[in-house]
């Protein structure tokens, strides 16, 4: 039987409804069916951790989240499932975006490209710029690959993938790459962000102090954050028992139990149950400081400051606001901090003390000798209004901060959670061996402050 032919307008016609309605179908899959339409041979993605995922995306999708923060163990599919094949269905869905995948080196986020590009193949029409650092598609989309500390100079974009930034413990435990880390990520990747454009984080947590606890605590009511132990905890997301594993089918309690036997408790805590703590120091046992979103309304407060010795020498000014609760427990809830020029940092004191406010307390460390008292006074006028007492100095750090060790090490001081904790945390438990301790000796001044009750709280000074 002669097969019948087609006017060209006619197959033109039945081609571009053919297209329309896989558009269509295209455009009202969920995430999580898509998945298996671009699965590897063997992988399963039908697990609830995954579907979960596919929930939250499907939301970035439509807008409704635009930062969205995924804690998950090693080996769990958060790659494959989020920053390889995520790109690609929303090309399909939104054509026109352009998207941002990062890893932690050059060569692994252009690995992540080209598995992206290669699923995308066949699927989406693409133009002759097919490199693993940039492709483009047909319809005005594109994946552009840069490593961590590259700046994607010249571009801007709809949606930013990081996956994991960090790439071993040495890193993860470097002030300098944690700093380095930040830096990136608000002047290189921050900034190439469209208005309405979505950022997903994607990693395993190495430390307290890493980049999701930084662009989390700078934006703290933005932040989707779906974190998935691999051993369920209280109030699992996925409704799970306490104990049972995140994804069974490949790492079921007892494997998890082997891992758990060779890791050392810090490591396992951070890498698989997503919940990094800080090593305890020898001082204060900086594990035991909980991290909390906001503070009750009523605390009785005061801000401690320490200033520097010197500009421009490393040494810091410190301006920690502390306070206590009705039970006895107590909040640090600011701190400011800076290599500032003796002019400068009044104008910060100033400032601050503006924005806490007169029921704020205001303590200040007192040099010794008669430049001490001058400088004293002279802030105590330029600050009018304020309860504000100088204290000069006498004793030992440690025995100043002794009785703020004693409240931290039994677990009764909470940080509000902010970009600042990380330098705190790592000072305290650096104490007293550090090359700083501004921050600890305002905190502890202020600890002091609202504890030695006998001593005038009227803002005037000692002699």
Known sequence: MASIQLPSSQAQAAAELARRELARRRAATRYIDFLPT?????????????????QHLDAVTRGEIDRLAIFMPPRH???????IRYPVY???KQPLTRALVTGYNERVAHKFSRKSRNIARGRIAMTDKTGADEWETTAGGSLVARGVGTPPTGYGFDLILI???IKKREEAESP?????????????????LEPGGAIILTLTRWHYDDLAARAIASEPNRWTIL??????????????REGQALWPDRYDIESLGRIREVMDPYSFESLYQQNPTP????????????????????????????????????DYSAGVRLGVDGQGVWWVTDVRRGQWAPDERDGHLRQVAQLDGPGVKIRMAQDPGQAGVDQALRLTRMLAGYSIRSERVSGDKATRASGLAAQINAGNVRLVRGAWNGELI??????????????????????????LASQSLQGKLLR
Do not use: M
């Open 279 to 314: 090593r305890e120091g020898s001082f204060f046992k900086v594990n035991q400081l909980a991290i909390v979103d906001a503070a009750p309304a009523e605390l009785r407060e005061c801000r401690g400051w320490d200033f520097a010795a010197s500009a421009g020498k490393g």
């Open 227 to 240: 974190r998935l132990p691999a051993l369920a905890e209280e109030n699992d997301p996925l409704g799970r």
């Open 77 to 83: 599919a958060k790659t494959e499932t989020v920053t």
């Open 176 to 192: 300098v790459y944690r700093e380095k880390i930040w830096d990136w990520y608000t002047d290189d990747l921050y900034t190439r």
């Open 38 to 54: 671009v699965a590897p041979p063997g992988w399963v993605y039908d697990a609830p951790h995954l579907r979960l995922i596919g």
């Open 163 to 165: 996956d994991d930034p």
């Open 426 to 451: 790592e000072e305290l438990r650096q104490f007293p061996q550090g090359k700083n301790d501004d921050q600890v000796d305002a905190t502890a001044d202020a600890f002091n402050e609202l504890t």
């Open 90 to 92: 929303r090309l399909e």
